[in-house]
């Protein structure tokens, strides 16, 4: 039996995943960095940004991550909502621990810098070789 902590521990403190969004009808994809800080995932993308709008519009997401171990490819498909992180000390506490953000934006009160939390719903897990699976959640 998988337990939720295996499913979560296979993000990596920085893991590099596809976040989709929906504008309007249509399921929008794209290459993200999300950040698992304690139990909680965010993402961090700029103000003028599609997503911003396409999440304050519909904050329903799905994040994919994927990853190679012979024979074939893993994946987690995580299901939730993206729920902006209005707590400063938050903010500054992900912009302090995680360099790439320095590199995008001036500091955590710069007014572009938008800061997304996860709140996973489900989990759907195959581990490699296998063919069928896991739902968690």
């Known amino acids: 039996m998988v337990s939720l902590r295996e499913v979560i521990d296979k993000f990596g403190t920085l893991s590099y995943v596809v976040l989709a969004t ?28 599609n997503k911003v709008k396409q999440l304050e519009s519909n904050p329903q997401v799905e994040i994919i991550l994927q990853w190679k171990e012979e024979p074939n490819n893993g994946y987690i498909r995580l299901d939730g909502k993206a729920v902006r992180e209005t707590n400063k000390e938050t903010v500054a506490d992900l ?19 938008v800061v997304y939390r996860v709140e996973a719903r489900n989990y759907d897990y195959m581990k490699p070789g296998e063919w069928a699976s896991i739902k968690i959640g």
């Open 22 to 49: 929906v504008e309007g009808t249509k399921p929008r994809l794209r290459p993200m960095t999300l950040v698992r800080h304690g139990a909680s995932f965010f993402f961090a993308t700029g103000s003028e940004a």
């Open 95 to 113: 912009y302090e621990r995680f360099e790439y953000l320095s590199k995008l934006w001036k500091g955590p009160d710069d007014p572009t810098l």
